[in-house]
């Protein structure tokens, strides 16, 4: 009688250490066959000896043939041509994902790739608008317009045909609304955007939930502080993103860059970009100030990623980091094409 009770004891405490065992990784078991799929690619990311060789290149064919073995191996030798491919390449990537992952998943990339897309309905709408012919190569699935939708927007005969091709799509009522000129149609875009991002983060049932929320608000942040270093450039007023961390009153109609760095002075943001200000103020390049974000983003993903090796959130820090290598190689080869020294092109990458 006391084995059997010693017994029943032993199974009653493997069960509740198997529950708690099931409870905890629970969130992550969707995730287990993409999570593999993508660590056995992981050899494809950009290390400091590949970004050096990359660096070091004499040419764009060197380049070129130095991108071997990577996620941006292209057979494009013209510059152009080459941060077309290398766009495609990062979609992709996107798209491949999306097909491995549970439907949550599938939702938060469509999400982020909103920016993109919108990227890609703003020159769609703009070229036939102005009658203008398109491109093929600016036009691309990233999210949640398919190949056979966006052709079909291509093809369209007339302005008319076109907008009626966005009946069935989330951006029916943007496209259906009379505009009088493309910038006030980019400006609802602009708006359209900033409230479906923050709509469906708000709706977002996924595990790792506020660190994913967190990512994406540093990612609008890094938008409109950019978006506002542009309109001091061009000294005109632009539609900036609702959601992040940053109080968008803050960016607005600012008139130099000293402003807008006093503005941002008590965020997360003001230590990284004042490190960058002296290059910028030597070159008036904006790029040292988004290279400068992108850094401390990544930093802050990788760093919470440690902690969180499977899941949604591991896919999400896998994405970003692919996201930084087209940004170094869209770095490197116009620095190759432009004749820029070697320590300049290091001081502009994104370690």
């Known amino acids: 009688m006391q084995e059997i009770l010693i017994i029943g004891t032993v199974l009653t405490g493997l069960i509740i250490i198997l529950a708690y065992i099931y409870i905890a990784v629970k969130p992550v078991l969707p995730y287990l066959y993409i999570n593999t799929m993508l660590q056995s690619r992981s050899g494809k990311f950009l290390s400091k000896k590949k970004l050096q060789s990359l660096i070091e290149s004499k040419n764009l064919n060197e380049f070129v043939n130095n991108l071997t073995d990577t996620f941006y191996e292209v057979d494009d030798t013209e510059l152009e041509s080459m941060h077309h491919a290398f766009t495609h390449k990062y979609a992709e990537l996107l798209t491949e994902i999306k097909k491995n992952t549970p439907k949550e998943f599938t939702e938060l990339l469509n999400t982020y790739a909103l920016l993109a897309e919108s990227a890609i309905i703003r020159y769609l709408y703009r070229s036939k608008f102005l009658g203008k012919a398109i ?183 896998f994405i970003l980091k692919a996201r930084q290598d087209k940004q170094n190689v869209q770095i490197i080869s116009k620095g190759i094409e432009a004749g820029l020294k070697i320590d300049k092109i290091e001081e502009m990458i994104i370690w």
């Open 135 to 317: 491109d093929d190569t600016y036009v691309y699935e990233v999210g949640t317009l398919s190949k056979y939708q966006l052709s079909a927007m291509k093809s369209a005969v007339d302005f008319a045909e076109f907008k009626a091709m966005f009946s069935p799509t989330i951006y029916r009522k943007l496209l259906l609304t009379e505009h009088k000129s493309v910038e006030e149609f980019e400006n609802a875009m602009d708006l359209f955007i900033s409230d479906e991002i923050e709509n469906r983060l708000k709706q977002m049932k996924i595990a790792n939930k506020k660190l994913i929320r967190d990512l994406f608000k540093m990612i609008i942040d890094q938008h409109n502080i950019m978006t506002a270093f542009q309109s001091i450039i061009r000294q005109a007023p632009v539609q900036l993103m609702k959601g992040g961390f940053v109080d968008i009153k803050l960016l607005e109609d600012v008139k130099s860059a000293n402003e807008l760095l006093e503005k941002i002075e008590n965020t997360i943001y003001s230590t990284t970009l004042n490190e960058v200000k002296s290059s910028y103020e030597k070159t008036g390049r904006t790029a040292y100030f988004e290279i400068a974000l992108e850094r401390l983003i990544l930093s802050i993903a990788q760093k919470e990623v440690m902690s969180k090796p499977q899941g949604a959130f591991s896919i999400f820090v």
